[in-house]
């Protein structure tokens, strides 16, 4: 990750591997964030660099069309976005899936209707619910029946310069958190997810197991631990493993 541009190249957003030369993605993998670079000399098209999946190979296209903000939503510039096991999977054919994907992110605004997002450094909810079914009303529109999920469902994702987001799925960082911390916002959040669902009673007289010492068990099993739930992480990588307390 990160890194100074040499004096050929300017630092253009942190994706993917990628070899600009072929147009073409190396291998992806969970839980990474590499710089990627467009080098001075590239013509520059009208629309956008990103990486597009659903016909065939992962490639990048640098003329994405720019996407279009509409009323109540933010245009957000990249600084930084994570591959998700989500990601990998949508390259392999889950769910049809044709577009940018991406949505771990850390990226900048641009233009919103609320001048006061302008400029601020942002993560975002991914799931952006239509505001008014009973689904939305009641509870977070994680579940409404007509909602979109940055980079999955509906609406392109952070693997590319520039994406939109409604602004009332924005979270604005404090400066004491780094991108390369922030870039885990969507993963935690998921995790804490986990930590909310648990009955009271569980959390106050038994112990926890988390199966899997991926990205997500991990994540999930400290943030049992910080909230001082006892848990038990069961997985094959004594490298991650130890990686807790």
């Given amino acids: 990750m ?8 300017r630092p253009l957003t942190s994706i993917c ?30 629309g956008m660099l990103a990486l597009r999946l659903g016909e065939g190979s992962p490639r990048l296209d640098p003329d994405i069309p720019d996407p279009k903000r509409v009323s109540g939503e933010a245009l957000v510039s990249m600084r ?10 949508l390259a392999r054919g889950y769910m049809g899936f044709v577009g940018v994907p991406g949505h771990e992110f850390v990226g900048e605004v641009l233009e919103a209707d609320d001048e006061a997002w302008r400029g601020a450094r942002v993560v975002a909810d ?39 987001v409604p602004e009332r799925c924005l979270v604005k960082l404090p400066a004491c958190v780094s991108d390369e911390q922030a870039v885990f916002a969507e993963p935690l959040a998921a995790a804490l997810h986990v930590r909310n669902a648990l009955p009271s009673p569980a959390t106050r007289n038994a112990s926890v197991a988390v199966l899997g010492d991926g990205k997500l068990g991990l994540l999930i099993a400290l943030a049992l631990h910080a909230s001082k739930v006892p848990v038990t992480c069961v997985g094959h990588h004594r490298d991650k493993l130890a990686l807790l307390p």
């Fill in 2 to 9: 990160g890194g100074h541009p040499s004096k050929s190249k």
């Fill in 126 to 164: 991914i799931n952006a619910g239509c505001g008014s079914c009973p689904e939305c009303i009641t509870r977070d529109g994680h579940h409404c029946p007509r909602r979109s999920v940055l980079g999955i469902l509906g609406r392109g994702g952070a693997l590319a310069e520039r994406l939109v």
């Fill in 80 to 89: 930084l976005a994570g591959i998700c096991d989500t990601d990998l999977q």
């Fill in 17 to 46: 591997i990628c070899d600009l030369r072929s147009g073409t993605a190396g291998p992806l993998s969970s839980g990474t964030a590499i710089e990627l670079w467009r080098p001075l000399d590239h013509v520059r098209l009208a």
